[in-house]
Protein backbone atom coordinates (compact mmCIF):
# COMPACT_ATOMS: atom_id res chain seq x y z
CA UNK A 1 0.00 0.00 0.00
CA UNK A 2 2.88 2.51 0.79
CA UNK A 3 4.58 1.68 -2.10
CA UNK A 4 1.34 2.51 -4.46
CA UNK A 5 1.03 5.48 -2.50
CA UNK A 6 4.44 7.05 -3.43
CA UNK A 7 3.94 5.36 -7.02
CA UNK A 8 0.62 7.90 -7.14
CA UNK A 9 2.95 10.92 -5.67
CA UNK A 10 0.31 10.98 -2.74
CA UNK A 11 -2.61 11.69 -5.21
CA UNK A 12 -5.11 9.79 -3.72
CA UNK A 13 -4.59 10.27 -0.38
CA UNK A 14 -2.96 11.98 2.87
CA UNK A 15 0.19 10.64 4.79
CA UNK A 16 -3.00 10.83 7.61
CA UNK A 17 -4.91 8.68 5.42
CA UNK A 18 -2.88 6.20 4.83
CA UNK A 19 -1.28 5.84 8.62
CA UNK A 20 -4.81 5.39 9.20
CA UNK A 21 -5.72 2.42 6.86
CA UNK A 22 -2.70 0.85 8.56
CA UNK A 23 -4.41 1.10 11.25
CA UNK A 24 -1.20 3.52 12.94
CA UNK A 25 -0.95 6.83 14.38
CA UNK A 26 0.95 9.26 12.17
CA UNK A 27 3.93 9.05 14.50
CA UNK A 28 4.14 5.52 14.48
CA UNK A 29 3.82 5.45 10.98
CA UNK A 30 6.35 8.07 10.66
CA UNK A 31 8.75 6.57 12.39
CA UNK A 32 8.41 3.01 10.52
CA UNK A 33 8.51 4.72 7.13
CA UNK A 34 11.59 6.69 8.07
CA UNK A 35 13.19 3.40 9.45
CA UNK A 36 12.55 1.85 6.12
CA UNK A 37 13.21 4.73 3.37
CA UNK A 38 15.49 6.64 5.61
CA UNK A 39 13.63 9.94 5.06
CA UNK A 40 10.59 11.24 6.18
CA UNK A 41 7.04 10.53 3.98
CA UNK A 42 7.01 14.29 3.39
CA UNK A 43 11.31 13.94 2.38
CA UNK A 44 10.35 11.31 0.26
CA UNK A 45 7.63 12.50 -1.32
CA UNK A 46 8.93 15.68 -2.59
CA UNK A 47 11.89 14.16 -3.76
CA UNK A 48 9.60 11.55 -5.94
CA UNK A 49 7.50 14.47 -7.75
CA UNK A 50 10.48 16.93 -8.40
CA UNK A 51 12.19 13.98 -9.59
CA UNK A 52 9.41 13.20 -12.29
CA UNK A 53 8.70 16.89 -12.38
CA UNK A 54 11.92 17.23 -14.44
CA UNK A 55 11.37 14.02 -16.38
CA UNK A 56 7.80 15.19 -17.57
CA UNK A 57 9.29 18.65 -18.30
CA UNK A 58 12.41 16.94 -20.71
CA UNK A 59 9.46 14.69 -22.41
CA UNK A 60 7.14 17.40 -22.81
CA UNK A 61 8.43 20.52 -23.82
CA UNK A 62 4.95 21.97 -24.18
CA UNK A 63 3.65 21.40 -20.85
CA UNK A 64 3.03 24.60 -18.84
CA UNK A 65 4.49 24.75 -15.07
CA UNK A 66 1.31 24.78 -13.86
CA UNK A 67 0.11 21.31 -15.33
CA UNK A 68 3.42 19.84 -14.44
CA UNK A 69 2.63 21.21 -10.64
CA UNK A 70 -0.87 19.27 -11.05
CA UNK A 71 0.78 15.98 -12.18
CA UNK A 72 2.92 15.67 -9.63
CA UNK A 73 -0.09 16.44 -7.46
CA UNK A 74 0.76 19.47 -5.98
CA UNK A 75 -1.76 22.09 -7.06
CA UNK A 76 -0.67 25.38 -6.17
CA UNK A 77 1.82 26.19 -9.21
CA UNK A 78 3.82 28.89 -6.77
CA UNK A 79 4.15 26.27 -4.22
CA UNK A 80 5.57 23.88 -6.56
CA UNK A 81 7.97 26.63 -8.01
CA UNK A 82 9.15 26.90 -4.24
CA UNK A 83 10.05 23.45 -3.44
CA UNK A 84 11.01 23.00 -6.81
CA UNK A 85 13.91 25.78 -6.22
CA UNK A 86 14.55 24.53 -2.71
CA UNK A 87 15.75 20.99 -3.81
CA UNK A 88 17.41 21.99 -7.32
CA UNK A 89 18.66 25.32 -6.54
CA UNK A 90 17.25 27.21 -9.76
CA UNK A 91 13.41 27.99 -10.40
CA UNK A 92 11.44 25.21 -13.18
CA UNK A 93 11.87 28.33 -15.55
CA UNK A 94 15.49 28.03 -14.80
CA UNK A 95 15.96 24.79 -15.07
CA UNK A 96 14.17 24.34 -18.41
CA UNK A 97 16.58 27.02 -20.08
CA UNK A 98 19.16 24.10 -19.62
CA UNK A 99 17.05 21.75 -21.80
CA UNK A 100 17.36 24.06 -24.74
CA UNK A 101 18.65 23.03 -27.46
CA UNK A 102 17.22 19.73 -26.64
CA UNK A 103 20.13 17.50 -27.24
CA UNK A 104 20.23 13.72 -27.89
CA UNK A 105 23.34 12.07 -27.65
CA UNK A 106 24.00 8.80 -29.73
CA UNK A 107 26.96 7.46 -28.86
CA UNK A 108 29.17 4.78 -26.22
CA UNK A 109 31.08 8.30 -25.27
CA UNK A 110 29.56 10.23 -21.96
CA UNK A 111 29.09 13.39 -23.75
CA UNK A 112 26.81 14.69 -21.59
CA UNK A 113 30.07 15.11 -19.10
CA UNK A 114 30.30 17.69 -21.72
CA UNK A 115 27.22 19.29 -22.80
CA UNK A 116 26.45 19.77 -18.42
CA UNK A 117 29.82 21.37 -18.02
CA UNK A 118 28.60 23.81 -20.98
CA UNK A 119 25.33 24.50 -19.03
CA UNK A 120 23.30 22.04 -21.28
CA UNK A 121 21.32 19.18 -19.79
CA UNK A 122 20.81 16.27 -23.25
CA UNK A 123 17.29 14.56 -23.29
CA UNK A 124 18.42 11.38 -24.42
CA UNK A 125 21.98 9.89 -23.12
CA UNK A 126 23.86 6.26 -23.21
CA UNK A 127 24.80 4.97 -19.64
CA UNK A 128 26.27 1.33 -18.84
CA UNK A 129 24.17 -0.13 -15.86
CA UNK A 130 26.99 -3.19 -15.26
CA UNK A 131 30.10 -0.58 -14.81
CA UNK A 132 28.36 2.32 -12.90
CA UNK A 133 26.27 2.15 -9.70
CA UNK A 134 24.27 5.27 -9.98
CA UNK A 135 21.54 4.69 -13.10
CA UNK A 136 24.20 3.90 -15.13
CA UNK A 137 26.09 6.73 -14.97
CA UNK A 138 28.85 8.46 -12.74
CA UNK A 139 27.90 9.81 -9.16
CA UNK A 140 29.53 13.21 -10.39
CA UNK A 141 26.95 13.19 -12.98
CA UNK A 142 23.86 13.53 -10.88
CA UNK A 143 22.52 16.89 -12.76
CA UNK A 144 21.07 14.05 -15.42
CA UNK A 145 18.08 13.28 -13.29
CA UNK A 146 15.47 13.67 -15.75
CA UNK A 147 17.31 12.97 -18.79
CA UNK A 148 16.05 9.39 -20.26
CA UNK A 149 19.22 7.05 -20.27
CA UNK A 150 19.65 4.27 -22.54
CA UNK A 151 22.30 1.22 -22.52
CA UNK A 152 24.83 1.66 -24.48
CA UNK A 153 26.22 -1.15 -24.19
CA UNK A 154 23.05 -2.50 -26.35
CA UNK A 155 21.72 -1.74 -29.57
CA UNK A 156 21.25 1.63 -30.16
CA UNK A 157 17.41 2.36 -31.38
CA UNK A 158 16.68 5.29 -33.62
CA UNK A 159 13.06 5.38 -32.54
CA UNK A 160 14.66 6.50 -29.02
CA UNK A 161 15.84 9.94 -30.84
CA UNK A 162 12.54 10.33 -33.25
CA UNK A 163 9.91 10.33 -31.04
CA UNK A 164 12.07 12.65 -28.67
CA UNK A 165 11.02 16.02 -30.32
CA UNK A 166 15.16 16.98 -30.11
CA UNK A 167 17.00 20.03 -31.75
CA UNK A 168 20.09 18.00 -32.91
CA UNK A 169 21.73 14.84 -32.21
CA UNK A 170 25.17 14.13 -31.25
CA UNK A 171 27.04 11.19 -32.61
CA UNK A 172 30.12 9.01 -32.57
CA UNK A 173 31.32 6.17 -34.38
CA UNK A 174 30.17 3.14 -32.45
CA UNK A 175 32.47 -0.02 -33.68
CA UNK A 176 30.59 -2.21 -35.89
CA UNK A 177 27.52 -0.13 -36.20
CA UNK A 178 26.52 1.67 -39.68
CA UNK A 179 24.72 4.79 -38.19
CA UNK A 180 21.14 4.98 -39.81
CA UNK A 181 19.39 8.08 -41.26
CA UNK A 182 17.40 10.24 -38.80
CA UNK A 183 14.63 12.16 -40.30
CA UNK A 184 13.14 14.14 -37.62
CA UNK A 185 16.48 16.75 -36.31
CA UNK A 186 19.77 17.37 -37.48
CA UNK A 187 22.68 14.69 -37.03
CA UNK A 188 26.36 15.95 -36.00
CA UNK A 189 28.87 13.59 -36.53
CA UNK A 190 31.84 13.74 -34.26
CA UNK A 191 34.85 11.27 -35.32
CA UNK A 192 36.76 9.81 -32.17
CA UNK A 193 39.40 12.35 -30.51
CA UNK A 194 42.37 12.02 -28.52
CA UNK A 195 41.45 14.40 -26.17
CA UNK A 196 38.92 15.43 -23.78
CA UNK A 197 39.36 19.18 -25.12
CA UNK A 198 38.83 18.68 -28.96
CA UNK A 199 35.33 16.55 -27.47
CA UNK A 200 34.86 19.77 -25.59
CA UNK A 201 35.74 22.07 -28.44
CA UNK A 202 32.98 19.99 -30.86
CA UNK A 203 30.06 19.62 -28.44
CA UNK A 204 30.58 23.29 -27.47
CA UNK A 205 30.87 24.42 -31.83
CA UNK A 206 27.41 22.28 -32.14
CA UNK A 207 25.39 23.88 -29.43
CA UNK A 208 26.90 27.02 -30.02
CA UNK A 209 28.66 27.60 -26.50
CA UNK A 210 32.05 28.30 -27.97
CA UNK A 211 32.55 30.96 -25.23
CA UNK A 212 32.12 28.94 -22.33
CA UNK A 213 34.82 26.72 -23.39
CA UNK A 214 37.71 28.53 -22.05
CA UNK A 215 36.36 28.95 -18.14
CA UNK A 216 36.21 25.52 -18.00
CA UNK A 217 39.36 24.64 -19.69
CA UNK A 218 41.08 26.80 -17.29
CA UNK A 219 39.28 25.43 -14.09
CA UNK A 220 41.00 21.98 -15.37
CA UNK A 221 43.76 23.67 -15.83
CA UNK A 222 44.42 25.06 -12.19
CA UNK A 223 43.31 21.81 -10.92
CA UNK A 224 45.78 19.97 -13.29
CA UNK A 225 48.83 22.19 -11.82
CA UNK A 226 47.71 21.60 -8.02
CA UNK A 227 48.25 17.74 -9.15
CA UNK A 228 51.49 18.08 -11.01
CA UNK A 229 53.03 20.09 -8.39
CA UNK A 230 52.14 17.09 -5.53
CA UNK A 231 53.84 14.38 -8.33
CA UNK A 232 57.12 15.98 -8.45
CA UNK A 233 59.04 13.91 -6.31
CA UNK A 234 57.85 11.09 -8.50
CA UNK A 235 59.30 11.55 -11.66
CA UNK A 236 62.56 10.19 -11.33
CA UNK A 237 61.23 6.77 -11.12
CA UNK A 238 59.80 4.59 -13.60
CA UNK A 239 55.99 3.47 -13.63
CA UNK A 240 53.44 1.52 -14.91
CA UNK A 241 49.98 1.66 -15.09
CA UNK A 242 47.60 -1.68 -14.44
CA UNK A 243 43.88 -2.59 -14.33
CA UNK A 244 43.69 -5.96 -12.36
CA UNK A 245 39.99 -7.21 -13.46
CA UNK A 246 38.16 -9.95 -12.64
CA UNK A 247 40.41 -12.39 -14.97
CA UNK A 248 42.99 -10.76 -16.12
CA UNK A 249 45.54 -7.95 -15.78
CA UNK A 250 45.80 -5.17 -18.24
CA UNK A 251 49.11 -3.15 -18.41
CA UNK A 252 48.58 0.10 -20.25
CA UNK A 253 51.30 1.80 -22.84
CA UNK A 254 52.37 5.18 -22.53
CA UNK A 255 49.88 6.93 -25.14
CA UNK A 256 46.28 6.08 -26.81
CA UNK A 257 43.83 7.07 -23.45
CA UNK A 258 43.89 10.66 -21.79
CA UNK A 259 44.44 9.08 -18.03
CA UNK A 260 47.98 7.44 -19.86
CA UNK A 261 48.34 11.27 -21.59
CA UNK A 262 47.85 12.93 -18.11
CA UNK A 263 50.07 10.74 -16.23
CA UNK A 264 53.32 10.01 -19.05
CA UNK A 265 53.21 13.29 -20.79
CA UNK A 266 51.28 16.38 -18.77
CA UNK A 267 52.47 15.51 -14.88
CA UNK A 268 55.88 13.88 -16.81
CA UNK A 269 56.10 10.67 -14.73
CA UNK A 270 58.73 8.54 -15.78
CA UNK A 271 57.40 4.82 -17.97
CA UNK A 272 59.48 1.90 -17.60
CA UNK A 273 61.03 0.16 -20.56
CA UNK A 274 59.27 -2.40 -22.02
CA UNK A 275 55.22 -0.77 -22.18
CA UNK A 276 53.28 -1.84 -24.86
CA UNK A 277 53.15 0.38 -27.85
CA UNK A 278 49.08 -0.35 -28.14
CA UNK A 279 46.69 0.82 -25.73
CA UNK A 280 46.70 -2.38 -23.40
CA UNK A 281 48.35 -5.51 -23.49
CA UNK A 282 46.93 -8.55 -21.23
CA UNK A 283 49.61 -9.93 -19.12
CA UNK A 284 50.31 -11.99 -16.58
CA UNK A 285 51.91 -11.53 -13.34
CA UNK A 286 55.44 -12.98 -13.90
CA UNK A 287 55.80 -10.52 -16.76
CA UNK A 288 55.03 -7.50 -14.77
CA UNK A 289 58.02 -9.25 -12.76
CA UNK A 290 60.05 -9.14 -15.58
CA UNK A 291 59.36 -5.32 -15.85
CA UNK A 292 59.72 -4.45 -12.44
CA UNK A 293 59.00 -0.76 -12.56
CA UNK A 294 59.49 1.09 -9.07
CA UNK A 295 56.31 2.01 -9.27
CA UNK A 296 52.28 0.77 -9.88
CA UNK A 297 49.24 3.32 -10.81
CA UNK A 298 46.75 0.40 -9.95
CA UNK A 299 43.51 2.08 -11.80
CA UNK A 300 40.01 1.05 -12.45
CA UNK A 301 40.36 -1.41 -10.09
CA UNK A 302 37.82 -3.53 -8.10
CA UNK A 303 39.09 -4.41 -4.06
CA UNK A 304 37.54 -7.49 -4.41
CA UNK A 305 40.26 -8.27 -7.41
CA UNK A 306 43.15 -6.49 -6.10
CA UNK A 307 42.70 -8.09 -2.62
CA UNK A 308 43.08 -11.30 -4.36
CA UNK A 309 46.36 -10.52 -6.57
CA UNK A 310 47.68 -8.83 -3.32
CA UNK A 311 47.79 -12.51 -1.57
CA UNK A 312 50.72 -13.77 -4.22
CA UNK A 313 53.62 -14.80 -3.80
CA UNK A 314 55.06 -12.81 -7.18
CA UNK A 315 53.09 -9.72 -6.09
CA UNK A 316 55.41 -9.42 -3.17
CA UNK A 317 58.14 -9.65 -4.78
CA UNK A 318 57.55 -6.68 -7.06
CA UNK A 319 59.52 -3.99 -6.47
CA UNK A 320 57.01 -1.27 -6.55
CA UNK A 321 55.25 -3.06 -3.46
CA UNK A 322 58.82 -3.81 -1.58
CA UNK A 323 59.65 -0.35 -1.40
CA UNK A 324 55.79 1.17 -1.12
CA UNK A 325 55.42 3.17 -4.11
CA UNK A 326 51.75 1.31 -5.13
CA UNK A 327 48.89 4.12 -6.04
CA UNK A 328 45.65 2.94 -5.41
CA UNK A 329 43.20 5.17 -5.26
CA UNK A 330 39.44 4.72 -5.45
CA UNK A 331 39.09 5.20 -9.49
CA UNK A 332 36.73 3.12 -10.60
CA UNK A 333 34.47 5.64 -11.58
CA UNK A 334 37.12 7.81 -13.17
CA UNK A 335 36.36 9.03 -16.83
CA UNK A 336 38.54 11.88 -17.23
CA UNK A 337 37.56 12.21 -21.17
CA UNK A 338 35.10 14.85 -20.21
CA UNK A 339 35.78 18.51 -18.18
CA UNK A 340 33.56 17.05 -15.22
CA UNK A 341 34.80 13.55 -15.20
CA UNK A 342 38.39 14.96 -15.27
CA UNK A 343 37.93 17.48 -12.30
CA UNK A 344 36.69 14.66 -10.30
CA UNK A 345 39.28 12.35 -11.35
CA UNK A 346 41.78 15.07 -10.37
CA UNK A 347 40.14 16.34 -6.72
CA UNK A 348 40.27 12.60 -5.56
CA UNK A 349 43.77 11.98 -7.00
CA UNK A 350 44.50 15.05 -5.11
CA UNK A 351 43.08 14.48 -2.18
CA UNK A 352 44.43 11.00 -2.19
CA UNK A 353 48.38 11.77 -2.72
CA UNK A 354 47.42 14.29 -0.14
CA UNK A 355 46.90 11.63 2.59
CA UNK A 356 50.04 9.90 3.43
CA UNK A 357 48.06 6.97 5.06
CA UNK A 358 47.28 5.96 1.72
CA UNK A 359 50.73 6.31 -0.28
CA UNK A 360 51.07 2.58 0.14
CA UNK A 361 48.51 -0.43 -0.72
CA UNK A 362 50.35 -2.64 2.05
Same mark, same amino acid.
Given at each position: +????????????????? %???? =???? %? &?????????????????????????????????????????????????????????????????????????? &????????? %?????????????? *??????????????????????????????? $???????? $????? =??????????? &????????? *??????????????????? $?????? $????????????? *???????????????? *???????????????????????????????????????????????????????????????????????????? =??????????? &?????????????? +????????????????????
Amino acid at each position: +MTSQWLKELGKSRTVSD %LASE =LNMS %L &PTFSRQFKKHYDQSPKELLHQLRMQRAKEWMIAHPDWTIAEIAERVSVNDEFYFSRLFKKREGLSPSQYRKRLF &PRVGIWSQA %LLQDHLLALGIQPV *IAPSFPTQYRSNGVPDYLSELEGTRLYDASA $TILPEWFE $TSNLD =LVLRTPIRGES &PPMLTSCPV *IDISKQTCWKDYLYAVATA $TDTLER $TTDIINEVKTLET *IVKQQSEFNRNVTWAV *IWIRDSEIRLYGRTGHTMLDFLFSEIGLQPVEGLPHTVYMTISLETLQQLDPDGLFILWSQPADVERIRGTRVWQT =LRAVRTGRIFY &PDSVDWDPWGPLGR +MHMLRQLHTYISDSNCFVCP
